[in-house]
């Protein structure tokens, strides 16, 4: 994969996988495409079990994203795998309380948090 294209990075703590967002804002429907489809990859096609999601650098995500993250969810569960987000900022969190996905998903405040007890 090209790393025009890459939307996500990648680092190893210990056993966990941290993906971070390169963007800022995850709008344009092909981007998160590829968000998606590297998301996906991480448990479909590398077997990760354990993800963190870090999202220090989202200042927007649209509900096609949100989508996106329900699908990531379903597979880490699927897996048998734990998925964590963090770093979510407090206006984004806020469409997470609306859509009740607060409830849904493991939020932590700090990547350092979302690693602990994994």
Same mark, same amino acid.
């Given at each position: ?25 995850? !709008? /344009?429907? *092909? &981007? ?8 996906? #990859? ?6 990760? =079990?354990?993800?963190? !999601? /870090?999202? *220090? &650098? ?8 949100? #989508? ?6 379903? =597979? ?43």
């Amino acid at each position: 994969m090209s790393t025009a294209q890459r939307r996500l990075d990648i680092e190893e703590v210990g056993d966990v996988t941290v993906a971070r967002f390169i963007d800022k804002k995850i !709008l /344009d429907e *092909t &981007n998160i495409q590829i968000i998606g489809n590297q998301m996906f #990859g991480l448990v479909d096609e590398d077997g990760r =079990k354990r993800i963190v !999601l /870090d999202f *220090t &650098n989202v200042e927007y995500l649209s509900s096609a994203a949100l #989508g996106k993250l329900i699908t990531m969810d379903k =597979k880490v569960k699927a897996a048998k795998g734990k998925l964590r987000l963090c770093c979510i900022r407090p206006e984004i969190y806020e469409v997470f309380e609306i859509t009740r996905l607060n409830k849904i998903f493991d939020i932590k405040k700090t990547q350092e948090e979302a690693l602990e007890g994994f």
